[in-house]
């Protein structure tokens, strides 16, 4: 009976370990769906940016919004990303103060209608109800040209309609949050009600969006101070734009250039190297060099790369002739024995002193009487 009880006992316990795993995976699930991150402090105002132009058909505008990570906000561009099924739109996320002073990340979904997002007024057909930068018609998106960017050249489903207008192309008020202080909307009951449609979480590009932006420093609101310098993107990993709609230079670019200038001199060095170190490192090429590089190779390249170990292989041969050199050395040596010439000190020359014999002079004395 002991047995028993000990059997049933640690299944009910094993049961109960399986329904907290379960409990606890569900309710992770909608923390990261419905509700993500909880904040003391108000994310930074919108900042204000042009539209890029749409790239291809049956892309959709998803705004940019504040992220949080690093203990900081960082700003995800706007981006047109492809809807994950005909007939669906992209309710946009956003940020809502609570009664307990936090703010809590509300984030977006795709659905077939548009839900709530806050009253926030993103811009470019989110004036914070609905969505007007177009609409599905016959399983392709057909765009508004009066609000969104679009290349009619590209795309042709378009159509035009300007009552819409209402501050839609630009983002009058930037209040980036719900709540007090911020947007006073609350849900209307069609709103409500799309809560209970089937939805449809970011999709993989979107989340690698996100990711993207969360590695750049420069996209943190404690380094930009609200202004990022990329505030819109044409498609996830696309072009990038500023805010007064000009493309961003990478700083991945400069750097592709420089290694491919800092690639080719050195791929010819190594090329030369190759050839020299082949007899070292493979013994098997040292019966084919030799014979070869002090006929062709080695000459040739000896006076480019190393002149001064080349001239240690040619003396080889030279090192029978040389030898004489040392007998022309003792050739210039008896020139100074040259030096004796002072012989012709004979400078004793002045002996033929006797020329004072003109003593004759005292001759007058011949004067006889």
Same mark, same amino acid.
């Given at each position: 009976?002991?047995?028993?009880?000990?059997?049933?006992?640690?299944?009910?316990?094993?049961?109960?370990l399986?329904l907290?795993?379960?409990?606890a995976?569900?309710?992770n699930?909608?923390?990261?769906i419905?509700?993500?991150?909880?904040?003391r402090?108000?994310?930074?105002?919108?900042?204000v940016?042009?539209?890029?132009?749409?790239?291809?058909?049956d892309?959709?505008?998803?705004p /940019?919004y504040?992220?949080?990570?690093?203990?900081?906000?960082?700003?995800?561009?706007?981006v047109? %990303?492809?809807a994950?099924?005909?007939?669906?739109?992209?309710t946009?996320? #956003?940020?809502?103060?609570?009664?307990d002073?936090?703010?809590?990340?509300?984030? /977006?979904?795709?659905?077939?209608h548009i839900?709530?997002?806050?009253?926030?007024?993103y811009?470019?057909?989110?004036n914070?109800?609905?969505y007007?930068?177009? =609409?599905?018609?016959?399983?392709?998106?057909? #765009?508004n040209?009066?609000?969104?960017?679009?290349?009619?050249?590209?795309?042709h489903?378009?159509?035009?309609?300007r009552?819409?207008?209402?501050?839609?192309?630009?983002?009058?008020? =930037?209040?980036?949050?719900?709540?007090?202080?911020?947007?006073?909307?609350?849900p209307?009951?069609?709103?409500?009600?799309?809560?209970?449609?089937?939805?449809?979480? !970011?999709?993989?590009q979107?989340?690698?969006?996100?990711?993207?932006?969360? $590695?750049d420093?420069?996209?943190?609101?404690?380094?930009?101070?609200?202004?990022p310098?990329?505030?819109?993107?044409?498609?996830? /990993?696309?072009?990038?734009y500023?805010?007064?709609? =000009?493309?961003?230079?990478?700083?991945?670019?400069?750097?592709?250039?420089? !290694?491919?200038?800092?690639?080719?001199?050195?791929?010819r060095?190594?090329?030369?190297?190759?050839i020299?170190? =082949? +007899?070292?490192?493979?013994?098997?090429?040292?019966?084919?060099?030799?014979t070869r590089?002090? %006929?062709?190779?080695?000459? @040739?390249r000896?006076? *480019?790369?190393?002149?001064?170990?080349?001239?240690i292989v040619? !003396?080889?041969?030279?090192?029978?002739?040389? $030898?004489p050199?040392?007998?022309?050395?003792?050739?210039v040596?008896? *020139?100074?024995?040259v030096?004796?010439q002072?012989?012709?000190?004979v400078k004793?020359?002045?002996?033929?002193? +006797?020329?004072?014999q003109?003593?004759?002079?005292?001759? !007058?004395? @011949? $004067?006889? +009487?």
């Open positions: 009976m002991n047995r028993f009880y000990k059997c049933g006992h640690t299944a009910k316990v094993f049961i109960f399986l907290l795993c379960s409990s995976t569900q309710s699930a909608q923390i990261d419905n509700i993500g991150w909880s904040v402090v108000a994310p930074p105002e919108l900042p940016y042009e539209q890029p132009e749409c790239p291809g058909d892309y959709i505008w998803t /940019g504040w992220a949080y990570g690093d203990d900081d906000y960082y700003w995800v561009p706007g047109w %990303v492809e994950p099924e005909a007939g669906y739109l992209w946009p996320n #956003y940020w809502a103060f609570g009664d002073g936090f703010y809590r990340y509300h984030a /977006g979904y795709w659905g077939p839900g709530f997002y806050g009253g926030i007024n811009g470019y057909g989110y914070g109800d609905g007007y930068g177009g =609409r599905w018609d016959g399983g392709h998106f057909r #765009y040209t009066a609000v969104s960017r679009v290349n009619i050249t590209i795309v489903n378009t159509y035009i309609d009552t819409v207008i209402i501050n839609n192309t630009t983002i009058n008020n =930037r209040t980036s949050f719900n709540g007090r202080g911020g947007m006073a909307a609350r209307r009951p069609d709103q409500q009600q799309a809560t209970n449609d089937r939805h449809i979480r !970011p999709t993989t979107q989340d690698m969006h996100q990711q993207n932006a969360g $590695k420093r420069s996209q943190f609101a404690a380094i930009n101070h609200g202004r310098a990329v505030a819109a993107m044409n498609k996830v /990993g696309g072009n990038r500023t805010p007064q709609g =000009r493309p961003t230079m990478r700083p991945a670019n400069p750097a592709n250039t420089k !290694p491919l200038q800092n690639k080719t001199p050195p791929a060095q190594p090329n030369q190297r190759d020299n170190s =082949r +007899p070292t490192t493979r013994p098997g090429a040292r019966q084919v060099t030799p590089q002090p %006929v062709v190779k080695q000459p @040739q000896q006076p *480019r790369n190393q002149p001064q170990q080349r001239p040619q !003396p080889r041969p030279q090192t029978q002739t040389p $030898k050199q040392p007998a022309q050395r003792p050739i040596k008896p *020139r100074p024995p030096r004796p002072p012989r012709p000190q004793p020359q002045p002996r033929p002193q +006797p020329k004072p003109a003593q004759p002079k005292p001759q !007058p004395p @011949q $004067k006889r +009487p």
